[in-house]
C-alpha cells in the first residue's frame, strides 16, 4: 500500500468537500453564448441560489409540488416560487457578461436554467424589528408595465422608491406591517413604461416576501 504523504491528505481532502458542495448531480453550462432566453408561459418562476459562488439560477420548469419536494445539494438553497406583478419583463445579459446579448445556461437536476443575478449582499435588515430585508445584487433586467397598471411603489424615510415586482406564491398576508418612515401606495400609469433594473440593484422584501426593487429614477412620471 502507498502511504499517504500530508499533501495528499489535503488533495483528497479538498476533492472530497468539492463533491459534497456540489452534489452527485451533473451539472452542465455554457457561458455568455448569444441565445436569447426563452420562458414559457405566464406561471411562476423558480430560483435557485449557488451559495459557495453566490449566482442565482432561474426556470420555470416546475410545479409547485414538486419544487416543494425537492431536495438540493449543499451548495444550493430555493428562492421561490414567485409570482411577477409586472406586466411583462426580459433579461438584458447575464452577469458577468460583456454584452448585452450574452447569457449564461446551466442544465441541472433535470431542467434548464439561466443565470439572472449575481449576490453582492444578502437579507440585510433595514429596520430593528427585520420587517424590510435588503438584498444588493448585479443584474440586467427590464420590468415593463402597461398603461393604466396600478403599481405599489414603497417609499422610504429618505426619498428612495421601489417599484413591486414579484410576490411569493405561497403569500397569507396580502398588507404587511411597515417600519417607521416606510408607506406602500397605489398608483396610476398612464402611459406604458419600463424600468431598467442594470448594474447595481436593490431588493426588498417585505414581511409578507413582497419583492420592491430599485431605486427608481427621480423623474419617474404616474399619477395617483
Request: with cysteine; proline share 7%; glycine share 10%.
Amino acid at each position: 500500500m502507498i502511504p499517504l504523504t500530508r499533501l495528499s491528505v489535503m488533495v483528497l481532502g479538498t476533492l472530497v468537500f468539492a463533491t459534497l458542495l456540489g452534489g452527485c448531480s451533473r451539472i452542465d453550462r455554457e457561458t455568455c453564448v448569444p441565445t436569447a432566453p426563452e420562458f414559457e408561459g405566464d406561471g411562476p418562476g423558480y430560483e435557485l441560489i449557488d451559495i459557495v459562488h453566490r449566482e442565482v439560477w432561474a426556470t420555470r420548469d416546475w410545479l409547485p409540488d414538486e419544487f416543494a419536494a425537492f431536495s438540493l445539494p449543499f451548495r444550493w438553497r430555493k428562492n421561490g416560487p414567485r409570482v411577477p406583478v409586472h406586466d411583462g419583463g426580459r433579461f438584458l445579459r447575464s452577469p458577468g457578461c460583456a454584452e448585452d446579448g450574452q447569457f449564461s445556461y446551466m442544465d441541472a437536476f433535470g431542467r434548464h436554467f439561466l443565470q439572472v443575478v449575481k449576490l453582492n449582499s444578502v437579507g440585510r435588515a433595514v429596520d430593528d424589528r427585520g420587517l424590510i430585508r435588503r438584498t444588493e445584487l448585479e443584474k440586467y433586467h427590464v420590468l415593463h408595465f402597461a398603461a393604466g397598471s396600478t403599481v405599489r411603489i414603497l417609499r422610504g424615510p429618505t426619498g428612495e422608491e421601489f417599484v413591486g415586482a414579484s410576490r411569493s406564491l405561497e403569500r397569507d398576508l396580502n398588507t404587511p406591517s411597515l417600519p417607521d418612515g416606510w408607506t406602500l401606495t397605489e398608483r396610476l400609469f398612464p402611459v406604458d413604461v419600463e424600468y431598467s433594473l442594470v448594474g447595481n440593484v436593490s431588493v426588498l422584501r417585505l414581511e409578507n416576501e413582497d419583492s420592491y426593487q430599485g431605486p427608481l429614477p427621480k423623474n419617474t412620471e404616474y399619477r395617483q
